[in-house]
């Protein structure tokens, strides 16, 4: 099996490599792959050292499979390229995502939407990813009507050099490189990537239309507002949902519980309850503070969190992948 990870040196890419040796994946030719300014960087992987390629290089090599998570542009660029050769290809981007043609895929709630003639296969947005963990199971047995969303996300979803403003700031109280319009530290930003004509954020609108995609319900209104705040451990949120059918708290708390994936820690007494400080480094979707919305029938709130990192990007990736070599 040769395998390509296609920006190897970020953040998401170097995850990606160490899930695939914490799974203990079979690999026989890995291509690490990063841009021409970065070629010849070496990446350790299961004890040996590889040198990273170029994309134009790396395409002429006998590829299964390729991991992109190198931006929107490149893929749009480089992954219908890598189909053509037939390799197929699991994107981290957002450029495919809302492509009719392409399946956007979480391994636990639609891989039977990826068919043999799909050679792109889109990662869903971090923050989509683990909320529907959590709803799919509960839209499944009640049904979805609405969602209102509020995201308080990593300063690891924008990047290492977001991180590096952050650890910055806090050293020195200011950043000479600022990836975001203003100080992150001590601070919370209501700007998570381009706003739109309509007001809201492209990272707003990802949440409605990929959750409606992977559900397979485009009548469930849904409404978001995503946050930046100075964390690094993952992405937190609060969604209040309400569905169609009759719902209790023990019914939601039994679901979950027996739902792949997910984890709730959700005692009062001990004050457990999902954390970024908890969820870093773990693949399972953390949800808690389950309790019925007192203002409106047939309400629950949920509060999730999740490694942006990880279950939000790299392992969804991966996942996918070994849910392709087993069939």
């Not at 079979?26 to 690490?32: A, S, W």
């Not at 809302?98 to 709630?109: G, Y």
């Not at 990537?193 to 990802?206: P, Q, R, S, V």
């Not at 919305?293 to 990192?309: F, G, H, K």
Request: net charge negative; aromatic share 6%; glycine share 6%.
């Amino acid at each position: 099996m040769n395998l390509a990870i296609v920006g190897a040196t970020g953040m998401v890419g170097r995850t990606m490599l160490q899930i695939l040796e914490e799974r203990n994946i079979k690999i026989d030719t890995l291509y690490p792959v990063a841009s021409e300014a970065s070629e010849g960087k070496e990446i350790f992987y299961q004890g040996k050292v590889y040198k990273t390629t170029t994309l134009d290089k790396v395409l002429k090599q006998p590829l299964d499979f390729a991991l992109f998570s190198a931006g929107g542009s490149t893929s749009l660029e480089w992954a219908p390229k890598f189909a053509e050769r037939g390799v197929v290809v699991i994107d981290n981007s957002s450029a495919w995502r809302m492509d009719k043609n392409c399946p956007l895929v979480v391994p636990q709630i639609n891989i039977d939407a990826i068919k043999s003639e799909n050679k792109i296969i889109a990662n869903p947005n971090c923050s989509t990813i683990q909320m529907v963990m959590a709803l799919a199971p509960l839209h499944e047995r009640f049904t979805i009507k609405r969602l209102v969303i509020s995201t308080y996300q990593s300063v690891t979803g924008t990047g290492k050099a977001a991180v590096e403003q952050m650890e910055d700031e806090r050293k020195h109280g200011e950043s000479k490189n600022m990836v975001y319009n203003y100080p992150i530290d001590k601070n919370c930003i209501p700007h998570c990537d381009d706003f739109l004509d309509n007001g809201y954020t492209k990272e707003e609108m990802k949440l409605v239309h990929e959750t409606r995609k992977i559900l397979g319900d485009n009548s469930i209104a849904i409404t978001a507002t995503a946050v930046r705040v100075p964390v690094v451990g993952g992405h937190s949120e609060s969604i209040n949902i309400e569905f169609k059918k009759e719902v209790s708290v023990p019914q939601v708390k039994d679901i979950l519980n027996d739902s792949e994936g997910i984890l709730v820690v959700d005692d009062l007494v001990k004050n457990e309850y999902p954390m970024p400080l908890h969820a870093m480094n773990r693949d399972e979707v953390m949800v808690g503070r389950i309790r019925k919305d007192e203002s409106q029938s047939n309400t629950i709130n949920l509060w999730i969190v999740a490694d942006n990192l990880r279950k939000g990007a790299a392992t969804n990736a991966v996942e996918i992948l070994e849910k392709l070599i087993k069939k």
